[in-house]
């Protein structure tokens, strides 16, 4: 129960710091992605926002091995790049792109309304179906000539 109610705060916050960083904003995300166009720098503050409280998040908790809560942390990221991270990464970038919107940002945005949000959690939801069985046709081990 105490998890679930920081789980909610802490998502409240989350869902408040994309409303108030313009990020549910479709024209500010496409307009970061615009370098030779009308360009907005201003996304580099959110998402230095984001990395760097996080990057010291990570630092403090090698020093201890559980949370405040009791729960084991999750292991470091895997540092070397491997397909199933640049397909993903490329997939999710193409419909960031697209849309303005990546899963965050497009929840919170559901109240807004408007076509353009439902399309894009239409087409996020089928992805996340769908990506099971891209992960495993994509570890099948490739047969030998």
């Known amino acids: 129960m105490q998890r679930n109610v920081f ?22 995300v496409q307009g970061w992605l615009d370098v030779f166009g009308n360009w907005d720098p201003t996304l580099a503050f959110v998402m230095g926002g984001a990395i760097i409280p996080m990057a010291i998040a990570w630092r403090l908790t090698k020093a201890h091995q559980t949370a405040m809560l009791g729960t084991v942390f999750p292991p470091p990221p895997e540092p070397k790049l491997g397909r199933n991270l640049v397909v993903g990464s ?24 408007g076509t353009g949000v439902f399309v894009f959690l239409a087409a996020m939801l089928t992805g996340m179906a769908f990506a099971p069985a891209m992960r495993r046709l994509m570890d099948r081990p490739v047969p030998a000539e």
């Open 7 to 28: 789980a909610f705060i802490a998502g409240g916050f989350f869902g408040a710091g994309l409303f108030i960083s313009g990020m549910t904003d479709t024209n500010k």
């Open 90 to 113: 490329v997939m999710f970038g193409m419909g960031w792109g697209l849309s303005g919107l990546c899963p965050g940002p497009s929840i919170a945005a559901i109240s807004y309304g």
